[in-house]
C-alpha cells in the first residue's frame, strides 16, 4: 500500500530537516522517495509532522509492573475505559494494563518503547506482558548490575569471561542491551542494606560499584553492543548525590565507543533523581548545573530526564533499598521483590504534590536539566514512566519546555512550592525549545542512543513510523497556546505504524501487535559455550530454576527484529 | 507405604519437566515413559525435544507423593469424550461439533455468565478464555477467590514485600511457616526452597537455619521446627499486632496474648530482629480464620517492621501450579487479578459482589464455565445448590463431583504432561511446562477447545474472529 | 420539587444496577425518559418499565429538587444513590450492595437492611439504614487508603464486619452492636457504636476516635496509656459519662483514640 501525507511541516533531526513544508511518502511499511499515482493521499496541509516517538526508558511491561497493577487496584479503577470500536478496555491511570499501554502510546504518536529493566530469570514473564501490549516495537534491557556472575567476573577484571556471559544470555532472555541499577545495593539489600557511593563495597562479594560499571562499560563496548551500558547509578534519590553522579560519568571516559551510530559510551538514565546537592531533605537543593556543565563538557554521555509530573503515582525500580527508604518516608504500603542472584526492586505508591518543597525542586531539577544541556542530542524526555509520572504525561511536560510563560506562571502562582526559587535556577532560565529540539529529545536523540537506525527518521527506507499533530508550526506560539501543545501532542492526528495508521484524530482506529527488539551478538560462540560450561556448577546449585527451563523460548517471543552483531566489530 | 522396587522397565526419560501440582513448580521432574514411538530427538533414552507420541508415564523421578501420583496416569478416572446430559438426566457421549456448539449457544445467550477455574491450565488457555469473557460480559474468577483471595486483598492493602524462592535458598537464617503445614501441602517446599537445601551464603543447609511454625496445630511441619508457636484458633490478629506493638518497643500488658506467654513473644520478636535474613511462607490457615485478610494484612505490617532491623521477606503458599499465573495474567491484561466482571464493558473488580461464591449464593449466574477446577469439591452446599440448578459446562481432564453437575463436559488435556504452557510458580517465577506424551486421541487441547468455544460464540454475534490476546 | 416513584413490577434475580438512576442524571427525565430508560441487569440492558413503573410528579431545575422514592423488595437492586451529590432517595425496603457508595451529597433513606459497601468512599452527604448493614459500611476501595472523608452514616440496626474500614473523615453512627475490626486502619473522622462489640475495634488506627457505648469483648494490645475521663468532649461531641480512654494502635504508632464505657466494661479497669 502507498501513501503520500501531504503538505506537512516537517521535522526530522536526523536528516537535518527543520520545518519544512514537504510530503512524506511510504510504501510497504518503508519511507520512499517517490511513489506511484495511485498512492493513496492523506492531507496533512501545514500539520506538524514528525517521526513517531521513541521512548528511551520506561516501565511499561514485567514483574514489577504486574505486582503494580495487582497490589494497586485502586490505581487500575482510575484509568478505566469502557472497551470501544477495535479497542479492549483500559485500565489504569501510573500503571495502566497492557492494553491500555499501548493504545496510550499510540494516542501520543509514539512507535517504540525502551522497557527499561527485565531481570532474567522472569524474563518470560517480560516477554508475555510485551506480546499483550499492542501497537510498538519494544526492547527490553535485562538487569546486569548486581548479577552474581557479574560480580564475579568484575571483581577479577575479566572482561572476556563476562563479555561471553553477556552476549549468552542477551540470546537467552532475548535483550536488547545492558541495563546497570545501583551496582552492589541491589546486592547488598540482599541483606537490608545499601552502599553509598562507588567505592563502597557489597557485602560477601567484596567488589565495587566502580569496578562494576568499569567491567560492564568494557564489554558493551567489546561486544561492540548496540546500546551502551544503561546506568541508574547508586545514591538515586539522596541529597548530595549528584557527586555520585559526576564520578559515575568520569569513570566511563577513558573507555572509547565502539559504534558507528551512537556517540555515548554511558547513558545515564532519570538523571533529574541523580542531581540532588545539600545533605539532608531540609538543606537539598538542585546540583542541575554541574551535572549540566559535565554533560554539556562530555559527549560520551547522554542521559534522559525522568521529569516529576506531580501527580499520585507509582514509584517501581530494581533499587529495592531506595524504595524501603521511601516507604519508610511516606507510609504507603511497600512492595518488594527480590530475584535470586540477579537483582531486586520495590514499589510504593507516591503523592508527588506541587504544596510540598522537596517535590516542587524536583520537579524543578528536572526541568533545568531539559534547559541547561545544550545539546538536545544529549538529552531526552521521559518521566521515567511511572516513577516521576505516567508516560501519559509527556505532552505536559513538552509544554513546560516550550513555555517559559507557563513555567513562570506555575512559579508565580504557587502551583508549585516557592522552594524552587530559593534551591533551584529555574526561575532565571528562559530558554524555550523549539519543534525540531522537541522532535530531537523525542525521536532523534534517543533513536541514536540505540543504534536504532531504521526509526527516529523519515528518510528514504527508514520505517514509516510517523506521527502527526493537528498545530501549526508556523501560526502557533507555543509560548502562549501551552495548553494547545499538551491537548495535541496527547492526541495525535495521525500515528502510522510501519506505514499502518494506527491513530486517527486521536483514536485507536486500528490494533496491532508489537514486536521484540533484541541483541544478537555472533562471532564468539565458542567462548560462550565456554563460560557457560563454567558457571553451570554454580548456576544449578544456585537457582532454583534448571536451566533447560531457564531461557526464554522462541514461544515467547513470536515477532522478534533482531539486531544483529558481530563481537567486536561494530555494525554499520 | 511399604517399599516398592525402583521403575526399570522404562523406554524412554524425559527430563526437566514441571510438576502441575503445588504452587512449587517443581521444574526438575523426570518423567518415565513406556511405549510409544518419539517424535523428536533422542539422545542416549533422554527424549531432548519433542515428545513420546502414544507413550505412558510409568514413574516420576524426583517429584513428592502428591506430584507423582498425579503426573502418572489414572486412566480409570479420565475423562476421554465429550458428553451433554440428556433429558434423563444422565450424560451421554456426544461428537466435539455438537457439545461445543451447545456450549456457545448457551454462552451467547447467557446474562450473567461465570467462568470460573483456570488454576490447572496454561496462560495460553486463558488469553481465549479472556476474550470471549469480554465478548460476552462475563465474570472471570479463580480458585484465589476460595483461597488466597484474603491474601490479596491484604496485599492490596498493605503491599507486598515477596522474593523468589531462590533467595531464602542462598540466604535464609531464620524460615517461618504459618497458617500453613508445608509438610503435607507442599511437601518438597523444606527440602528444596526454603530449610534443607545448601545455598550460596548457608553452606550447611538445615544447620544453617531455624525454623519457626506458627500454628494452632501441632503439624508435620510443626513437628520438624525449632521452634513452634501454638497460638490459639482464631487468635492470629491479636498475636501479630502483640508481636508489632513489642518491635515498636512496648512492654505488654496482658500475661497471655491468644494463648503466648507474653515472654515468649519478647523472646521470639527479638530473634526475629537478630536474624540476617528471613522468609515467612503463610497458608490458608491465616486466611480463613476470623479476621481473614487482617491477619495477612498484620503479618506483612510485621514483616515490613522487621526490615528496619533485618532483611525479611514474604511468600504466600500458593496451592495450584497455576493459581499465581491466572491472577498475574489477569492483572496484566486487565488490572485486576481475580473476580472480573465484564458485564459493564469494562473490567470491575469488587469483593463480595464480583466474586463466585457470592453470585453463586446470590444465585446470579445463568450459564456457569468451569475450567480446571473442581467447585463440586470444593464450594459450599448453598453455592453448589445454584450450580445444581443452571448450565454447568465443564472443561477438565477426571472425573469429579464438578462432572456430576455438568450439563456439557468438554475433555481437555493435561498441561505439562499432554499439552506444553506457561504456568506462574507461587513466587512469580514463570515457567514454560513441556510436553512430554501424546494426549488421548479423543480428547483435545485446553487452548483448543477455549479457542473453539470463542470462534463459535463470535459467529453467533456475527463478529468476524480477531487476534486472540497474542 | 420534583417527586420520582418508582413502584416494582417484577424482581429480577439478577441485580439491577441502579447508578444511572441518581438526581444527578435524571433530574429532568420525564415519565417516557424512564419508559425509554433500559437499565443494566448482568451483561445486558433491559427495559426499566419491565421491573418498575415510574410516577414523575412536579419539576426541577436541579438534582437538589428531586425525591426519589423506590418501592417493592430492593435487596436486588445494587448501587441505589450511588456518586450522587443532591437531591433524596428514600428506598422503602432492605436495598443491595453499593448503596449510596462515592455520594457527595444530599440524603438517602433506607427503609430496611442494606447490604455491604454502604456509604463506601463517601464525601458527604446523609446515609440513613433504618435496620442492619453488613461489611464494609463507610469503607474505602479495596486497596486504597483514603476512606469515606465525609458525610455522616446512621446505622439503626448492628453493623458488619470492618464498619469504617480506612475512614478519613466524617462520622459512622451504630445504635446496634458491631462485629470485629470496625475502624481498621482509621486515620480520622468519628465512629460512635451503642451497641456490644466483638473483637479487636481500631485496629492498626492511626488516629480518629472510636466510641463505645456498649460492651467490648476483647482490646489489641495495640492500646495503651488507658484513663479514666469523664463526660468527654470527642470530635466536638459532647458524651455524658464515665470512660476508659485508650491511644492507639501502637503496633503502627498510630495516635487515635478509643473510648470504652466505663461502667459496661469494669473487666477492663
Known amino acids: ?572 | 507405604m511399604g517399599y516398592e522396587e525402583p521403575i526399570t522397565d522404562y523406554d524412554y526419560k524425559v527430563d526437566n519437566c514441571t510438576c502441575a501440582f503445588c504452587g512449587c513448580n517443581c521444574d526438575d521432574l523426570v518423567y518415565l515413559v513406556k511405549g510409544g514411538e518419539v517424535k523428536g530427538e533422542i539422545k542416549d533414552g533422554v527424549v531432548v525435544s519433542g515428545y513420546i507420541d502414544g507413550g505412558h508415564v510409568i514413574g516420576v523421578r524426583h517429584a513428592c507423593r502428591l506430584g507423582a501420583s498425579k503426573v502418572m496416569e489414572d486412566m480409570d478416572q479420565r475423562l476421554l469424550v465429550p458428553m451433554i446430559r440428556d433429558e434423563k438426566g444422565n450424560l451421554v457421549e456426544t461428537d466435539w461439533d455438537t457439545a461445543l456448539d451447545k456450549a456457545a449457544e448457551l454462552i451467547a445467550n447467557a446474562v450473567r455468565p461465570v467462568f470460573y477455574g483456570w488454576s490447572e491450565t496454561s496462560i495460553e488457555t486463558m488469553h481465549y478464555g479472556l476474550e470471549l469473557g469480554e465478548l460476552v460480559g462475563a465474570v472471570l474468577d479463580n480458585q484465589a477467590t476460595i483461597c488466597h483471595g484474603p491474601s490479596l486483598q491484604a496485599v492490596q492493602n498493605a503491599g507486598y514485600p515477596v522474593m523468589t524462592l531462590g533467595e531464602c535458598k542462598n540466604r535464609a537464617d531464620m524460615i517461618v511457616y504459618t497458617g500453613n503445614n508445608a509438610m503435607n501441602s507442599h511437601p518438597r517446599h523444606l527440602g528444596r526452597y526454603s530449610t534443607f537445601p545448601r545455598g550460596y551464603f548457608r553452606k550447611r543447609g538445615r544447620f544453617d537455619r531455624t525454623l519457626v511454625t506458627m500454628d494452632p496445630r501441632y503439624t508435620d511441619t510443626a513437628k520438624m521446627s525449632d521452634i513452634w508457636v501454638g497460638f490459639e484458633q482464631n487468635g492470629d490478629y491479636e498475636f501479630y499486632n502483640a508481636m508489632r506493638a513489642v518491635l515498636r518497643g512496648k512492654k505488654l500488658e496482658k500475661d497471655i496474648i491468644s494463648g503466648i506467654p507474653k515472654e515468649d513473644i519478647e523472646e521470639l520478636v527479638e530473634e526475629m530482629k537478630k536474624v540476617q535474613f528471613g522468609a515467612l511462607f503463610f497458608g490458608l490457615g491465616l486466611t480463613h480464620t476470623l479476621s481473614k485478610q487482617r491477619n495477612i494484612d498484620i503479618a506483612i505490617n510485621l514483616v515490613q517492621d522487621l526490615n528496619k532491623f533485618s532483611k525479611w521477606n514474604l511468600i504466600p503458599m500458593r496451592g495450584h501450579f497455576n493459581v499465581n499465573g491466572f491472577n498475574i495474567f489477569m492483572a496484566m491484561e486487565q488490572g485486576f487479578p481475580y473476580g472480573v466482571d465484564f458485564a459493564r464493558g469494562y473490567p470491575r473488580y469488587m469483593n463480595g459482589e464480583t466474586n463466585t461464591i457470592d453470585l453463586l449464593t446470590r444465585e446470579e449466574p445463568d450459564v456457569f464455565l468451569v475450567i480446571a477446577a473442581d467447585p463440586g469439591a470444593h464450594f459450599p452446599s448453598g453455592a453448589n445448590r445454584h450450580l445444581a440448578n443452571i448450565p454447568v459446562i465443564q472443561i477438565d481432564i477426571h472425573w469429579g463431583p464438578s462432572t456430576e453437575l455438568a450439563d456439557i463436559v468438554l475433555p481437555g488435556s493435561f498441561i505439562a504432561v499432554e499439552a506444553a504452557g506457561t504456568s506462574y510458580r507461587m513466587d512469580g517465577v514463570p515457567i514454560y511446562m513441556k510436553k512430554a506424551i501424546s494426549r488421548p486421541k479423543t480428547t483435545r487441547d485446553d487452548e483448543w477447545i477455549v479457542n473453539e468455544l470463542l470462534k463459535r460464540v463470535q459467529k453467533i454475534k456475527g463478529i468476524k474472529p480477531t487476534v486472540a490476546g497474542k | 420539587m420534583k417527586i420520582v416513584t418508582f413502584n416494582q413490577k417484577e424482581i429480577s434475580q439478577i441485580g439491577l444496577e441502579f447508578d444511572e438512576l441518581i438526581p444527578d442524571k435524571i433530574y429532568q427525565w420525564e415519565k417516557k425518559d424512564f419508559e425509554k430508560y433500559e437499565v443494566p441487569i448482568g451483561n445486558s440492558r433491559f427495559p426499566l418499565r419491565d421491573y418498575f413503573d415510574v410516577d414523575v410528579e412536579g419539576s426541577a431545575e436541579s438534582p437538589a429538587d428531586v425525591k426519589i422514592i423506590i418501592n417493592g423488595d430492593l435487596t436486588r437492586v445494587k448501587y441505589i444513590g450511588s456518586a450522587m451529590s443532591a437531591g433524596e432517595i428514600v428506598a422503602n425496603s432492605s436495598v443491595d450492595l453499593h448503596c449510596g457508595s462515592e455520594m457527595s451529597g444530599g440524603e438517602i433513606i433506607v427503609n430496611g437492611d442494606a447490604e455491604s459497601y454502604a456509604g463506601r468512599e463517601m464525601t458527604g452527604g446523609l446515609l440513613t439504614i433504618k435496620g442492619n448493614t453488613r461489611e464494609f459500611c463507610g469503607a474505602s476501595y479495596i486497596g486504597d487508603w483514603r476512606g469515606m472523608t465525609g458525610g455522616t452514616i446512621m446505622i439503626h440496626g448492628n453493623a458488619g464486619k470492618q464498619l469504617g474500614e480506612c475512614l478519613t473523615g466524617g462520622e459512622i453512627y451504630v445504635r446496634g452492636d458491631c462485629d470485629i475490626l470496625a475502624g481498621i486502619h482509621m486515620t480520622k473522622g468519628y465512629i460512635q457504636i451503642d451497641g456490644d462489640v466483638t473483637r479487636w475495634p481500631g485496629g492498626q488506627m492511626q488516629g480518629g476516635s472510636i466510641v463505645i457505648n456498649g460492651k467490648l469483648s476483647r482490646l489489641l494490645e495495640g492500646f495503651i496509656d488507658s484513663e479514666i475521663v469523664k463526660n468527654p468532649e470527642v470530635s466536638g461531641k459532647q458524651l455524658a459519662g464515665k470512660y476508659i480512654k485508650y491511644t492507639g494502635d501502637i503496633a503502627r504508632n498510630g495516635k487515635g483514640n478509643l473510648y470504652l464505657d466505663a461502667e459496661k466494661n469494669r473487666n477492663f479497669l
Open chain 1, 1 to 572: 500500500m502507498e501513501y503520500i501525507l501531504k503538505n506537512g511541516i516537517v521535522y526530522d533531526p536526523t536528516n537535518n530537516v527543520d520545518g519544512e513544508k514537504k510530503d512524506v511518502m511510504f510504501k510497504d511499511g518503508k519511507i520512499v522517495d517517490t511513489v506511484s499515482p495511485d498512492a493513496k493521499e492523506i492531507d496533512v496541509t501545514d500539520k506538524l509532522v514528525m517521526p513517531a516517538g521513541v521512548d528511551p526508558h520506561s516501565h511499561i511491561a514485567g514483574p514489577k509492573l504486574v505486582v503494580g497493577r495487582l497490589y494497586r487496584p485502586e490505581d487500575s479503577r482510575r484509568g478505566i475505559v469502557p472497551k470501544k470500536g477495535v479497542t479492549r478496555a483500559e485500565t489504569g491511570f501510573s500503571i495502566p494494563s497492557c492494553p491500555a499501554t499501548g493504545y496510550r502510546y499510540s494516542r501520543m504518536g509514539y512507535g517504540t518503547v525502551v522497557e527499561a529493566a527485565m531481570p532474567p530469570l522472569e524474563a518470560k514473564h517480560t516477554h508475555e506482558e510485551i506480546n499483550i501490549i499492542p501497537n510498538l516495537d519494544i526492547a527490553p534491557l535485562p538487569l546486569f548490575g548486581n548479577n552474581w556472575f557479574t560480580l564475579e567476573y568484575a571483581k577479577e577484571g575479566n572482561i572476556d569471561d563476562l563479555s561471553a556471559f553477556i552476549s549468552y544470555w542477551l540470546r537467552l532472555v532475548k535483550g536488547y542491551g545492558i541495563k546497570i541499577v545501583n551496582p552492589c545495593g541491589g546486592e547488598a539489600w540482599g541483606w537490608g542494606m545499601n552502599v553509598h557511593g562507588l567505592d563502597d563495597p557489597a557485602p560477601y562479594f567484596d567488589v565495587t560499584a566502580r569496578e562494576v560499571i568499569t567491567a560492564l562499560a568494557k564489554a558493551n563496548e567489546k561486544l561492540a553492543l548496540p546500546h551502551s551500558i544503561h546506568l541508574h547509578p547508586n545514591d538515586l534519590g539522596h541529597p548530595g548525590n549528584y557527586e555520585t553522579t559526576l564520578d559515575s560519568m568520569k569513570l566511563v571516559k577513558g573507555i572509547s565507543k565502539n559504534s558507528p551510530v551512537r556517540n555515548q559510551t554511558v547513558h545515564m538514565t532519570h538523571i533529574q533523581y541523580h542531581s540532588y546537592a545539600g545533605t539532608n531533605w531540609r538543606d537539598f537543593k538542585s546540583a542541575a548545573p554541574d551535572v549540566a556543565k559535565f554533560v554539556n563538557n562530555n559527549d560520551h554521555v547522554t542521559c534522559d530526564v525522568g521529569q516529576i509530573t506531580l501527580d499520585e503515582t507509582t514509584t517501581m525500580t530494581a533499587d529495592g533499598p531506595m524504595e524501603f527508604d521511601l516507604h519508610q518516608l511516606n507510609g504507603l504500603k511497600w512492595a518488594n521483590k527480590d530475584i535470586e542472584l540477579e537483582t531486586a526492586s520495590g514499589i510504593v505508591p507516591f503523592i508527588y504534590s506541587g504544596r510540598n518543597s522537596v517535590h516542587s525542586v524536583q520537579w524543578a531539577i528536572g526541568l533545568e536539566m531539559f534547559l541547561l544541556v545544550n545539546n538536545p542530542w544529549q538529552i531526552f524526555l521521559t518521566t521515567d514512566s511511572p516513577n516521576a509520572g505516567p508516560f501519559i504525561r509527556y505532552p505536559r511536560v513538552i509544554s513546560w519546555l516550550m513555555s517559559n510563560k507557563r513555567r513562570t506562571e506555575m512559579i508565580e502562582n504557587r502551583e508549585v512550592h516557592k522552594a524552587v526559587e530559593k534551591k533551584s535556577t529555574l526561575a532565571t532560565i528562559d530558554r524555550e525549545y523549539d519543534f525540531n529540539e522537541i522532535a530531537t529529545i523525542s525521536r532523534a536523540a534517543p533513536a541514536k542512543a540505540y543504534s536504532f537506525t531504521d526509526r527516529g527518521h523519515l528518510g528514504i527506507g527508514a520505517n514509516a513510523d510517523i506521527a502527526v499533530y493537528n498545530i501549526k508550526p508556523n501560526e502557533i506560539d507555543p509560548s502562549i497556546e501551552y495548553e494547545v501543545i499538551e491537548k495535541e501532542f496527547g492526541n495525535a492526528a495521525y500515528t502510522i505504524k510501519d506505514g499502518r495508521i494506527l491513530v486517527k484524530d486521536g483514536e485507536v482506529v486500528k490494533v496491532v501487535p508489537s514486536r521484540t527488539l533484541w541483541t544478537n551478538v555472533n562471532g564468539i560462540e565458542a567462548e560462550e559455550e565456554a563460560v557457560i560450561k563454567k558457571i553451570m556448577p554454580s548456576f544449578n546449585k544456585y537457582y532454583t530454576i534448571k536451566f533447560e527451563n531457564y531461557k526464554v523460548h522462541d514461544h515467547f517471543v513470536p515477532r522478534p527484529m533482531a539486531v544483529n552483531v558481530q563481537a567486536g566489530k561494530a555494525a554499520k
